[in-house]
């Protein structure tokens, strides 16, 4: 494949949309095209051009392809397509103007580029790892998916462009990046005639402006918030401003008291965020005797009646209280099910590849939400075994002391009216 550079090189953010660019013949295009739709973050396609369109009136009026390369023009011939592909370039003046020092444009360097361990989704004959784009930024956006998670084990030694000096206090933050576009036509099974790419750092700019918009100005649903799971490893999740919303809800819902537990002790004077910070080893409870409440033993101590005799010594990472702990279980696979079906989070699930989830998984996910009638049955099933209740000793449709109708088919109720609003 022939590297097709000369276009205009990055130096400074430009308030113009800069795209990538990929040139193939017109018989491997449909593949190329299904390869961009399966991976829409690294490779989003603005445009497709016709066989020999020279031009790209969508995002640049006047422009012609032949003349960016004149050495190239021989090879140019009228049967084949250009792909304008999204570039990160474009977002790198929202983000010094928000504050967020680009150091790679500070030092006048190329991006720095790197292959990941995160395979492309194949598409007829392309496939081939993703390459994301790295800069040095604040904790201002703390989007950081770290080096072991995309397989990148040398940040000083880049794939392309350049190495960026790192500021005390920096965070390394990635995006995929639209030079996984030459990684795809080096892939091609079949081995094209002639190809054309752009050079790393050397793009199409057109006559667009860049839109700069704010998260405030975002629909819930596609606002992004991020969440430090833990320090070290540096680890963060996502998920959308709605999910989170609907998640604190849940958990706000959670922690009533119905009236006959009054000694529960206040979970947000312990811990915050528990579901959108959920740990491989959480526990739930609510007295404080339950496993994993040694996370929260100095508040059971301290608030609960003879909590220096119950109180559990075994911590786990993150403690999920709750007015009645089956409650708090109902909660985690409400807060599970609102995750796994918010796009912003399956995302980066995803490492970015864009793909969203499928009808039979979110088939799957409403089936594991808990509803009144399968809750009811299970009780029923303790009861007719002779299962009494652990704290009246009744034989009968109750938890805690408190019965299924009202208080807890009340709870259940309304966890789902929360979770599938």
Same mark, same amino acid.
């Given at each position: ?5 000369g276009l ?18 017109? @018989? ?7 390869f ?21 009136s ?37 983000l010094?103007a ?21 395979t ?34 040398d940040?000083?030694?880049p ?10 206090? @920096? ?10 576009g030459?990684?795809?036509?080096q ?13 790393p750092?050397?793009?199409f700019i ?19 918030l ?5 320090q ?10 709605k ?7 849940i ?5 009533? @008291? ?38 929260v ?19 786990? @990472?993150?403690?999920?209280?709750a ?57 029923q ?16 449709l ?24």
């Open positions: 494949s022939i590297i097709f550079s205009f090189p990055n130096k400074m953010p430009s308030c113009h949309l800069i795209t990538n660019m990929v040139i193939l013949h017109k @018989d491997l295009v449909d593949d190329f095209e299904a961009c739709r399966a991976n829409s973050s690294p490779l989003l396609l603005l445009y497709r051009s016709k066989c020999g369109e020279w031009s790209c969508p995002l640049a009026t006047g422009s012609d392809i032949k003349f960016f390369h004149i050495r190239s023009i021989v090879c140019l011939r009228m049967d084949i397509v250009t792909f304008y592909l999204g570039c990160s370039f474009g977002f790198e003046a929202a010094m928000a504050g967020v020092p680009v150091r790679n444009v500070e030092q006048g360097k190329n991006v720095s580029m790197y292959k990941t361990s995160v492309c989704i194949r598409a007829g004959q392309f496939h081939c790892p993703m390459v994301d784009a790295a800069a040095q930024c604040t904790h201002v956006i703390p989007l950081a998916h770290g080096g072991p998670l995309l397989g990148i084990h940040l000083s030694q794939d392309y462009g350049d190495p960026v000096e790192e500021c005390p206090g @920096d965070v390394p933050v990635f995006w995929a990046c639209g030079v996984t030459v990684e795809t036509v892939s091609c099974s079949k081995s094209p005639l002639m190809a054309f790419t752009h050079s750092g050397c793009m057109t006559d667009q402006k860049a839109e700069t918009i704010s998260p405030l100005t975002l629909e819930p649903a596609h606002c992004p991020t969440f430090c799971i833990s070290n490893p540096q680890l963060y999740s996502m998920a959308s401003k999910a989170v919303q609907q998640i604190r809800a958990e706000e819902l959670d922690v009533e @008291d119905p009236g006959m537990k009054q000694h529960t002790f206040d979970p947000q004077k312990t811990i915050n965020n528990k579901f959108v910070r959920l740990a491989p080893e959480s526990g739930i409870g609510d007295g404080g005797n339950e496993l994993g409440m040694g996370k033993k100095a508040a059971v101590k301290a608030y609960m009646p003879n909590g220096n005799l119950i109180a559990c010594d075994v911590a786990a @990472d993150f403690a999920i209280t007015g009645v702990s089956s409650w708090g279980s109902y909660a985690v696979a409400c807060a599970l099910y609102v995750l796994n079906l918010c796009p912003i989070h399956w995302r980066y699930l995803q490492r970015g590849l864009g793909l969203s989830a499928t009808p039979d998984q979110q088939s799957l996910w409403t089936a594991c939400l808990p509803t009144v009638a399968k809750e009811e049955e299970m009780l099933i303790l009861v007719k075994y002779g299962i009494r209740s652990g704290k009246t000793a009744n034989l009968g109750e938890v805690d002391g408190l019965t299924f109708h009202p208080y807890h088919s009340d709870i259940i109720q309304r966890l789902r009216n929360l979770t599938l609003a």
